[in-house]
């Protein structure tokens, strides 16, 4: 069930904490759960991040930065938002 099932990204990360207690794997989109076992990948939203997510050796590098780790290329998020 993706995160929209449970009310969004919190109700996703309060699912995946029930989980976590339970150990209980799963596979959310997000790679840093500590019982994940895949991660859905899908290389043609590249062009809508400014650094796509490395894959190397079959297994996602998990960006350092803050956040998500992901950071959006506005320019091409607008012109599909069609802003």
């Known amino acids: 069930m993706g995160s929209g099932g449970v009310g969004g990204f919190f109700g ?3 699912a995946n904490a029930g989980c976590d207690v339970a150990f209980i ?3 959310p989109h997000l790679a840093a759960t500590p019982t ?7 290389d043609w939203m590249n062009p809508l991040l400014t650094e796509p997510l490395a894959i190397v050796d079959g297994m996602a ?4 930065r803050p ?3 992901l950071a959006w290329n506005d320019d091409i ?5 069609g802003a």
């Open 12 to 14: 996703g990360h309060l």
């Open 77 to 81: 998020v607008r012109r599909y938002a």
């Open 36 to 42: 994940a076992h895949w991660l859905e990948y899908v």
């Open 61 to 64: 590098v998990v960006p350092d």
């Open 25 to 27: 794997a799963r596979g």
């Open 67 to 69: 956040g998500l780790g």
